[in-house]
């Protein structure tokens, strides 16, 4: 679709001009590019280095407390999420939305309230575990993500676009201001 070719697994050798040379001597001409590059932990993070893995990211249990440090927690972007098949050939970053972010953050506030009540309840859910649900730009077009798990293995899986346009953000971002305004934490 859309004349799309893709190559998986690609090292980028070096950038010229008007030509991106893979590692695998693939030659890829071009007018216009645009790379993204490799995500990185907030440099107020990457400043504190006790806290964080190599990329900035802090190392939690599946609580989003520290692993070493009980009394830190982390919740969304900030966290290091391990990618679920290891390490492959070419770095990458597991990606990250918004709904998990919000999950987390819920986690945290419950386990640092149980801690300061000195109860031993503590939540956990590991992040490939969290439902995916998600209004993705997909350029002149939105489109809906909704999976039971982050990570494979999942019994469901929908993916489908908004035919009516891009209102499902606006819609979206009005309940979220609203919901944060008023503190309605019970809503999704
Ligand atoms: C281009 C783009 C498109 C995206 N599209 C989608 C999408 O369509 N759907 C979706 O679900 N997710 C999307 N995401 C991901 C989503 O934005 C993130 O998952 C979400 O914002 C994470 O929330 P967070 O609170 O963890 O981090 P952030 O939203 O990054 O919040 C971190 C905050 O920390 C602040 N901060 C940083 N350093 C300091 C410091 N030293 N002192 C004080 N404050 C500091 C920052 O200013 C920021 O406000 C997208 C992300 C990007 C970049």
Redesign the pocket.
Known sequence: MYNIKWHTEAAIQSIEKEKISLQDGTELPYKMAMLMPPFEG???MQNSPELVDAKGFVICNDGYQHLRYPNVYA????VRVDSPFGDCKVPFGVP??????DTM?KIVASNIVNAIKGNQKFKTKPFGKMPGI????AGNKEVFIFTNHFFKPRQFEIIFPNILGDFG?VILEKYMMTKNKHGWSFLP
């Open positions: 907030a440099e107020v919740a969304g972007l900030a990250k939305t918004g709904y998990p972010s953050g998600c209004i993705m730009d953000k």
